[in-house]
């Protein structure tokens, strides 16, 4: 047990928690980063970034993460890679801290904490999958897109999520197949007659994706795909794999903490990182199912650290 109270515990790292970190630490608020069995987030699955600012040549997602956490360490936060199991809710106006505990049994007291803990792409599930993804397999067409220009590539889902990253990728490859497992789209309907009109986009219905190929290449070449009625495989040619199934927000250990959304995104007030408790701010994709970029989860990190730092400022907590 530490018995010190931290001003800030920042949990999760990524861009949203080491930006936080970053503003949090040239405060002089010491924070800590309470990083994660997996830090850095999903920009760790990722090779090459081309559209975070300041990198006119692409930075790699690792790289990038590590360049991050560096800057953080560098104005003096404290970095521990471990998880948060549960946090116990104080009331910082009253004198009563927070306290945060970890998988391995520490517990931290703090002020404020700021919850970064991201969100996960829902994956297929599939060995080829995990194998080949920064390798023509993505959960980001934003992020990628650009890297199939006059390629043929599969979308696997049928939301509109699906319908989204395929309408964006028809921008740079030459044909998108969307592979879904019903025999009518998710999709609102606005979306399906977007997708509907546009001469690049096909559909593979009622059918699921058995196999991610490579060849041995360790580049996608192609799927492998199950009809769900007839039991009929196909296999499609295309480079490239973007798996639209839905992200699931890092905030199981929270239940029941603060307020969420039926999906498990934490609502936070208009206009700010507050959360529903005084005190626990939340920074970058575990609150923002609608953008889920690198730049907007870094601005939200700052954001998260600036209003922390006058919370402790206005309860008279740090001068």
């Known amino acids: 047990m530490h018995d010190e109270v931290k001003n800030v515990v920042i949990v999760g790292s990524g861009p949203a928690g080491y930006t936080a970190g970053i503003y949090a630490a040239r405060a002089l608020l010491?924070?800590?980063?309470?990083?994660?069995?997996?830090?850095?987030?999903?920009?760790?699955?990722?090779?090459?970034?081309?559209?975070?600012?300041?990198?006119?040549n692409g930075v790699m997602g690792p790289d990038l993460m590590e360049l991050m956490k560096?800057?953080?360490?560098?104005?003096?936060?404290?970095?521990?890679?471990?998880?948060?199991?549960?946090?116990?809710?104080?009331?910082?106006?009253?004198?009563?801290?927070?306290?945060?505990?970890?998988?391995?049994?520490?517990?931290?007291?703090?002020?404020?904490?700021?919850?970064?803990?991201?969100?996960?792409?829902k994956l297929l599930g599939l060995?080829?999958?995990?194998?080949?993804?920064?390798?023509?397999?993505?959960?980001?067409?934003?992020?990628?897109?650009?890297?199939?220009?006059?390629?043929?590539?599969?979308?696997?889902?049928?939301?509109?999520?699906?319908?989204?990253?395929?309408?964006?990728?028809?921008?740079?490859?030459?044909e998108v197949i969307i592979v879904h497992r019903r025999n009518k789209l998710r999709a609102s309907k606005i979306m399906q007659e977007r997708a509907f009109k546009n001469p690049k986009i096909s559909f593979v219905w009622n059918s699921v994706v058995e196999d991610i190929v490579d060849a041995q290449k360790g580049r996608v070449e192609g799927l492998i795909t199950k009809d769900v009625e007839s039991g009929e495989k196909k296999e499609l040619r295309v480079d490239g794999v973007f798996?639209?199934?839905?992200?699931?927000?890092?905030?199981?250990f929270l239940k029941g903490k603060v307020q969420m959304n039926e999906a498990g995104y934490i609502i936070c007030k208009d206009k700010s990182t507050e959360t529903s408790v005084q005190g626990i701010f939340a920074a970058g994709d575990v609150q923002d199912p609608k953008y889920r970029q690198a730049i907007t989860a870094a601005g939200s990190g700052c954001m998260a650290a600036l209003d922390a730092q006058r919370f402790l400022e206005n309860l008279g907590l740090i001068d």
């Open 30 to 56: 010491k924070p800590l980063i309470i990083a994660g069995i997996q830090p850095g987030g999903q920009l760790m699955l990722t090779t090459e970034v081309e559209n975070f600012p300041g990198f006119p």
């Open 70 to 121: 560096k800057q953080a360490e560098k104005f003096g936060a404290e970095i521990i890679y471990e998880s948060v199991v549960d946090i116990e809710v104080g009331v910082p106006a009253e004198k009563i801290p927070f306290k945060v505990k970890t998988d391995s049994g520490k517990e931290f007291l703090s002020w404020t904490v700021i919850i970064a803990t991201g969100a996960s792409s």
């Open 127 to 174: 060995e080829s999958e995990r194998k080949l993804l920064g390798r023509g397999v993505s959960t980001c067409a934003t992020c990628d897109g650009a890297f199939f220009k006059n390629k043929r590539v599969a979308v696997i889902g049928g939301g509109d999520s699906a319908i989204e990253e395929a309408l964006f990728l028809t921008k740079f490859a030459s």
């Open 243 to 252: 798996i639209a199934i839905g992200h699931k927000p890092n905030t199981d």
